[in-house]
């Protein structure tokens, strides 16, 4: 009974053992099968869903890298052009271009930028560690804003969790710059730690700001979709993929006028 508990809140690492080969034998026997089926199965996923999201992040960085490739190439042929016809207004004409293709290369190199840090997150070096402890030190990296108020409910005795500290930070903290961006740099933001139902532990962030259209929710950690000017969409990828490592998960729930509120939920440390 432990075991189907243990499974049912998501601990696909149990297998049942007894030496004898009675009924209670093969029905371990059975038990421990359909565990490793559901391991296996939840393993294809897994996989399937980081390979969707490099395929979904190298569609994005090729579109966004041919945006700004246009606006260099048109600027560079006028100047060329201009020249040759030894155009009175040429220096005129070289600055706006050379102003023009300035502007372009340094969005190439923020694109380039991000996706080197998301081809670049480290393998996962997870320890069973205190969550709470983690999660009040990712806020307190944003205590120097003063007209901001970070709002912390941490609830009492979670058991420990094994994940990166310096992973997950990234993927708090990415979700954190996120909610004061949202706010305009005023505004309350709430964290909260918790467990759900089926075991997992989880943290919440939640702010005060316009809160995002149900429309869009869907779109929010596909690499291709961001609201930013210069954004290239790859921020709330990189916490969907820190989430996925640590065979977890990341969702946003929101109400246009009253906020947005980001989740994010990992199993707990295995005991022994």
Request: glycine share 8%; proline share 5%.
């Given at each position: 009974?432990?075991?189907?508990?243990?499974?049912?809140?998501?601990?696909?690492?149990?297998?049942?053992?007894?030496?004898?080969?009675?009924?209670?034998?093969?029905?371990?026997?059975?038990?421990?099968?359909?565990?490793?089926?559901?391991?296996?199965?939840?393993?294809?996923?897994?996989?399937?869903?980081?390979?969707?999201?490099?395929?979904?992040?190298?569609?994005?960085?090729?579109?966004?890298?041919?945006?700004?490739?246009?606006?260099?190439?048109?600027?560079?042929?006028?100047?060329?052009?201009?020249?040759?016809?030894?155009?009175?207004?040429?220096?005129?004409?070289?600055?706006?271009?050379?102003?023009?293709?300035?502007?372009?290369?340094?969005?190439?190199?923020?694109?380039?930028?991000?996706?080197?840090?998301?081809?670049?997150?480290?393998?996962?070096?997870?320890?069973?560690?205190?969550?709470?402890?983690?999660?009040?030190?990712?806020?307190?990296?944003?205590?120097?804003?003063?007209?901001?108020?970070?709002?912390?409910?941490?609830?009492?005795?979670?058991?420990?969790?094994?994940?990166?500290?310096l992973l997950l930070r990234q993927a708090v903290v990415n979700i954190l710059k996120n909610a004061v961006e949202a706010m305009g740099e005023a505004g309350t933001v709430?964290?909260?730690?918790?467990?759900?139902?089926?075991?997992?532990?989880?943290?919440?962030?939640?702010?005060?700001?316009?809160?995002?259209?149900?429309?869009?929710?869907?779109?929010?950690?596909?690499?291709?979709?961001?609201?930013?000017?210069?954004?290239?969409?790859?921020?709330?990828?990189?916490?969907?993929?820190?989430?996925?490592?640590?065979?977890?998960?990341?969702y946003c729930t929101s109400v246009p006028g009253q906020g947005a509120s980001f989740t994010i939920e990992l199993p707990v440390a295995r005991e022994g």
């Amino acid at each position: 009974e432990k075991a189907a508990r243990d499974v049912a809140a998501g601990d696909l690492s149990v297998s049942l053992r007894r030496a004898s080969g009675d009924e209670f034998g093969a029905l371990f026997s059975s038990f421990n099968a359909m565990v490793r089926q559901l391991r296996e199965n939840r393993d294809a996923v897994y996989v399937a869903q980081k390979l969707n999201a490099w395929r979904e992040v190298s569609r994005k960085l090729l579109h966004e890298i041919k945006n700004p490739l246009t606006p260099i190439k048109l600027s560079a042929e006028r100047m060329r052009l201009r020249y040759a016809e030894k155009h009175p207004d040429i220096d005129a004409i070289v600055e706006r271009g050379t102003g023009t293709i300035i502007e372009e290369v340094g969005a190439i190199q923020r694109i380039l930028d991000e996706f080197t840090s998301f081809a670049r997150l480290p393998e996962i070096a997870p320890e069973a560690q205190d969550f709470n402890d983690a999660v009040r030190d990712y806020v307190s990296v944003f205590h120097g804003h003063e007209r901001i108020s970070f709002s912390l409910d941490l609830a009492d005795g979670l058991p420990p969790v094994c994940f990166d500290r310096l992973l997950l930070r990234q993927a708090v903290v990415n979700i954190l710059k996120n909610a004061v961006e949202a706010m305009g740099e005023a505004g309350t933001v709430w964290i909260s730690t918790g467990r759900t139902a089926s075991g997992m532990v989880f943290v919440t962030v939640k702010d005060s700001g316009p809160g995002i259209p149900e429309s869009e929710i869907p779109r929010l950690f596909d690499p291709t979709f961001s609201k930013k000017k210069r954004g290239s969409g790859l921020g709330l990828s990189i916490v969907e993929k820190i989430a996925l490592d640590h065979r977890g998960r990341v969702y946003c729930t929101s109400v246009p006028g009253q906020g947005a509120s980001f989740t994010i939920e990992l199993p707990v440390a295995r005991e022994g």
